[in-house]
């Protein structure tokens, strides 16, 4: 039977964890730190937990370089969940800065309440969504389920400039649609399914000069940690923890504080009634989140201790922090897709060179014309050599390699030289 | 430092599990099976995930005796997650009942909206409440929130009955104020923070002889898998797993088969919107999640694995299932209760004895007259001896001694005879 050092595991999420951080945490799930109690056991409302806690969201803090003006929750429900919450948490925001600028220009609640409802009615309540890949469609579909398609524009959609009407392209942001002033806009940054990952930070959604600049939202459930991102851009970036941080069970948010209270409470459910608008649960409220520093409800102190000892990890690993890890995920990357490349042949990658993902690396096999029976050899064969979770998403099939941060550069090493191998043998 | 086997933890959740389902998954964290790859590594959707969860499902329905006619949901977000999740999807099972009702009647599409419309603004629509304990009020008041509370209609308080507006007694059920014809009637079987349990099924709330019978709601997160229930009663059961079952991270449903598809699909959401009631996120609908095995989004394997060993040792202890840990349990809380009634001035039960929780012991220590000095005094001298997490809920004070079913008999014992030893000391 192989042992965890034979084995290189590729799965999409939940992925690979460090060996050292799972045996840490194996030790401490049957007794933490000499207390004879494991970590799943001591109160989400012990010192010993929110010490944990409030370790974890510092070290996130310090290894992304988040400022002092954003909150970083731990949230349950994972990053389908979050397609959720900021639907509800972002209209309720865009109604209580309505409400407040109407009471500022002096209007009292009746009219108040008439010139929203007037507002929502003529739709100038608008969701933006830049669609590239299966993940943020889901997110898209949502928001149209929870808020009313009427309420949801949708900027841009990849398949549109695909001619086989697949993912795989990003649209050139000269074609976006976006609203005039869209109570968020939302977008993925890295697609795990189609592995199409945002090169940079994109120009249109850019602050301007004065500081403002459109309420942006984004899914980075697969690439976070792995690269340095402009978190002041951003109002919100939300990511399971199951691929880059951690195991299943505990979801991150990081928010730009100026959406809480006291800047910004949400709205009273009869004002969000009285103006047809969707009242979530109360565990996705981040108002409620923030409020109980994580702990509104027994949140799973297990998974963000193996959360905090990879970034404990990462951080003892990369003075530079994030810069570090960006350098050898970049160098993997490159490894696997110059393998790939140098079998025009044999290998067919998924997405355009321009927005190729770091992390999920999808292609198909196309030697000897019969795709299917050449990406069954070539699991087979690979899965030989103990490398494994090669597999693509069954809902677009082929191989995708998921190059997270926990695959070391001996894996990538592995995998590249398979690659080739494959396609002489 | 003290070891597993030295200390009690009668904290009431994240519960203490049995020493051995924690080594097995220890290990299994580690390397699941010889496979080279963790337990919490390997993919949600690969066969090993699916036999463990089918393998849960199957032992929990054999252990609790769950008819055929009920599905078993793993979902995530905690009974506080399901606050929410019975109020999204029950108010619209009722909706989807009134359509299949008026349809069989002959009604076009744009009488039945009308009419449902009527139905609604005439406060036809409610949802019943039994408050009982802190966590049926947030059950009750998260109701109101998401419906608003003209459709919620508090069955009984029972504050009310008592002189100190405490929680601590079940009001007599004659006096219980239920709906004509309720959209549910719901309930928490055991209140963990007040210690007041139901000590059998509401009369009130039974089936008519001819099997009809009001739709029953209730909240088991502290006392499932206790005592026997009859299922066949309850349209619908939930809890969390980190009390009873195993590690926080997963939330059981067990939800009788005709709230589902095919009989009673949930409305669409242009309908809901046009009723003006709220919509739920699809992380919360027991339609998605039932259709897709509780995996329509990452679902920690890891726990539902936990669950399931906890549920392989219930069945291998016990030849009579759930009945044969109902006496264990019942032997137990005797023990505790009956040395705490020994010493009438040293302790003050606070629940009522038609109503004292089996799982969750709270009391008062009076000894002396000054409460926070003797309660101080209990709890270090029970530390001192080993016995922990005795500290009363935030809200409530006082002393709680969780006695769940990884709590062994002899640590009950022990915990009687330091009950008995303060007394005198």
């Known amino acids: 039977m192989p042992s965890r050092s034979d084995i290189t595991y590729f799965g999409a999420g939940p992925a690979a964890l460090p060996t050292d951080v799972l045996e840490t945490a194996s030790q401490a799930l049957v007794d933490f730190q000499g207390t004879g109690l494991g970590i799943a056991e001591h109160s989400h409302r012990s010192a010993i937990a929110t010490k944990i806690l409030d370790e974890a969201k510092a070290d996130l803090a310090s290894y992304l370089d988040v400022p002092e003006d954003y909150d970083i929750l731990f949230m349950q429900g994972g990053g389908t969940g979050q397609f959720s919450s900021v639907v509800y948490n972002l209209v309720g925001a865009w109604v209580t800065r309505k409400q407040q600028e109407a009471e500022k220009a002096g209007a009292d609640e009746a009219k108040v309440e008439a010139d929203l409802k007037k507002q929502v009615d003529e739709r100038e309540l608008q969701l933006d969504y830049i669609v590239t890949g299966g993940w943020s469609l889901k997110a898209y579909q949502e928001a149209c389920r929870l808020l009313g ?43 795990t399914v189609d592995g199409v990952e945002f090169p940079k930070f994109p120009q249109a959604l850019a602050p301007k000069a004065d500081g403002t600049g459109p309420i942006v939202v ?26 880059n941080l951690g195991s299943t069970g505990v979801t991150v948010v990081i928010v730009k504080k100026s959406l809480l209270p006291p800047v910004c409470p949400q709205p009273s459910p009869n004002l969000l009634r009285k103006l047809g608008l969707p009242i979530g649960p109360i565990v996705l409220s981040y108002e409620t ?75 198909r096999v196309i030697k000897g014309g019969n795709m299917d029976a050449a990406e069954k050899s070539f699991l087979e064969k690979s899965k030989q050599q103990n490398l494994e979770g090669l597999k693509g998403h069954r809902s677009v099939g082929g191989i995708r390699a998921s190059n997270y941060n926990a695959i070391p550069l001996e894996g990538a090493e592995k995998l590249a030289t398979f690659i080739k191998q494959f396609a002489k043998g």
């Open 289 to 363: 989140i923030a409020k109980n520093n994580s702990l509104y409800n027994t949140l799973s102190i297990f998974d963000v201790y193996i959360a905090g000892l990879v970034l404990k990890k990462l951080l003892a690993t990369f003075p530079d922090k994030v810069d570090g890890q960006e350098a050898v995920a970049d160098k993997k990357a490159k490894l696997i897709y110059e393998a790939l490349e140098s079998q025009p042949d044999v290998y067919q990658i998924v997405p355009a060179p321009a927005c190729r993902s770091r992390m999920n690396i999808c292609f």
């Open 149 to 191: 398609p009427e309420h949801v524009n949708l900027v841009a959609d990849a398949r549109k400039i695909n001619p086989d009407k697949k993912f795989g392209k990003i649209p050139e942001e000269s074609t976006w649609n976006l609203s005039k002033s869209p109570a968020m806009v939302y977008y993925c940054d890295n697609e």
């Open 218 to 243: 984004a899914d980075m459930s697969s690439n976070i940690l792995s690269r340095r991102i402009p978190v002041k851009n951003f109002s919100l970036i939300f990511f399971g923890a199951q691929k």
